[in-house]
């Protein structure tokens, strides 16, 4: 789709996005990395490192992405910077479609999508200083700022705490974490609109990674800024995320916002992520272990398993997981989840009752409290649910009084 040209006179915030409103969309994408073998390079397979997800990102928020390690976050965050051509779907900024604009195409995009990167060490050019490294943008834009790309940089090193005056050193004469600062002024040069930061500080100590957590929490507020922040678990974003996504194998399996996926998460390895971030909360010392240990490693993404992916790991799953792939569905407003026996819900498929022998093994490494906890509150939702029923049905018209005495009919003839 070609962008319009903008008249002259048009307001620029023509088509940006409100707060709140969608500025990055999502539908149906995917990244397969093809497998090729041999003299003549067939493919022989594909690695399918993001296989059709759904999200959206709005104006203002911070979308957290967490999953393990070879889920395809990354690769995500590339789609959608559009560092990467998706093999399938599409990606709309504003309402535009960007999913396979070229080189040029991108070139105006580049300045509203940002991408911060993992390792400080190996995103900065050892041979250039700081100054040309922040600068670049503005070069490679073609823009020139009031005042000129010196004073600009060095404004924004000390917009993210820097000394301005170390605009001549060389990334080697900073530590992890100056270096994160580093990348994230060199990310705001142009004023971007969306900055995806992936894992912005698993690099760093955890001593400093508040820091640089707070930092980018400090900037968004001042800038008006989007993000979409990407971790391994929980910890890192769970502060800072209004909304939270959780990757497994390619496939988003629970997206809600974050006071909801923190009270009743929904999916079991929501769960499990959840478990696995100790709780520096006083209160909670002593309260039962709820610890989760997932079994074994991420299944490979070349061939994942059949049905829910999550199958071969999960406590909970049954036959139909093993065969149908449940969709990401909303089961409560704001909370969409892609399980057939979802935790804090209502069972999605109660005929299907026998665990596997896998979720046998799995639920072993499930403290008991878990399953207690687990069996509690689906029966309490069951039971909520019922009531409701109970209560539309008391509550229902006059029409179905006629179906209602039909019904009762033939009991009374008994
Ligand atoms: N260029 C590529 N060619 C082939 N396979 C790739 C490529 N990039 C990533 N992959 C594979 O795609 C899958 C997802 O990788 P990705 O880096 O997106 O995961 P991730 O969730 O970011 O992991 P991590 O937490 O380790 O950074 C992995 O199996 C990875 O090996
Ligand atoms: S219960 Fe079934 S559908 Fe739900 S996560 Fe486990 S395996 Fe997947
Ligand atoms: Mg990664």
Redesign the pocket.
């Given at each position: 789709m070609s962008i319009p040209a903008q008249s002259e006179g048009t307001v620029i915030t023509k088509g940006d996005a409100a707060p709140g409103e969608i500025l990055l969309k999502v539908s149906g994408l995917q990244?397969h990395?093809?497998?090729r073998k041999g003299l003549l390079q067939r493919q022989v397979g594909a690695?399918?490192?993001?296989d059709g997800i759904d999200f959206e990102v709005r104006a203002g928020e911070t979308l957290g992405v967490v999953?393990?390690?070879?889920?395809?976050?990354?690769?995500?965050?590339?789609l959608i910077t559009r560092l990467?051509e998706p093999t399938a779907g599409t990606v709309e900024f504003e309402g535009k479609d960007i999913t396979h604009l070229g080189v040029s195409g991108m070139r105006p995009l580049r300045r509203d999508v940002q991408m911060i990167f993992?390792d400080p060490y190996s995103s900065l050019n050892p041979r250039h200083t700081i100054g040309t490294i922040i600068g670049a943008p503005f070069r490679l834009q073609g823009v020139t700022p009031e005042g000129g790309i010196k004073k600009e940089v060095q404004r924004l090193l000390s917009v993210v705490g820097l000394n301005p005056e170390h605009y001549n050193r060389y990334p080697h004469e900073f530590s992890g974490g100056q270096r994160q600062r580093i990348g994230i002024a060199r990310a705001l040069a142009l004023n971007p609109k969306l900055v995806v930061a992936?894992?912005p500080v698993?690099a760093l100590d955890v001593s400093i990674q508040a820091q640089v957590v707070n930092l980018l929490d400090d900037l968004q507020q001042e800038l008006g800024l989007t993000y979409v922040i990407?971790a391994?678990d929980l910890s890192v974003v769970r502060h800072v995320s209004d909304r939270i996504a959780v990757?497994y194998l390619?496939k988003i399996v629970e997206l809600a916002d974050r006071e909801s996926l923190y009270k009743a998460p929904m999916h079991p390895y929501t769960k499990a992520l959840m478990s696995a971030v100790p709780i520096p909360d006083p209160r909670r010392k002593n309260a039962k272990s709820e610890r989760i240990l997932l079994k074994g490693d991420v299944p490979?993404?070349?061939s994942p398993p059949s049905g829910c992916r999550f199958h071969t790991r999960c406590w909970k799953a049954t036959q139909i997981c093993t065969t149908t792939e449940p969709p990401l569905i909303e089961l409560k407003p704001g909370q969409r989840v892609a399980c057939h026996h979802p935790e804090n819900f209502e069972d999605q498929a109660p005929q299907d009752t026998v665990l596997l022998s896998v979720a046998k093994e799995a639920a072993e490494l499930v403290s008991d409290e878990v399953l207690a906890e687990s069996a509690e509150t689906s029966a309490a939702v069951a039971a909520e649910v019922a009531a409701e029923v109970e209560v539309a049905e008391d509550a229902a018209p006059e029409a179905s009084e006629d179906e209602a005495s039909e019904d009762e009919a033939p009991a009374k003839e008994k």
């Open positions: 990244k990395f093809p497998i690695v399918r490192a993001v999953g393990e390690s070879g889920c395809g976050k990354s690769t995500m965050g590339r990467l993992q992936d894992e698993s990407i391994h990757m390619g490979s993404p070349i």
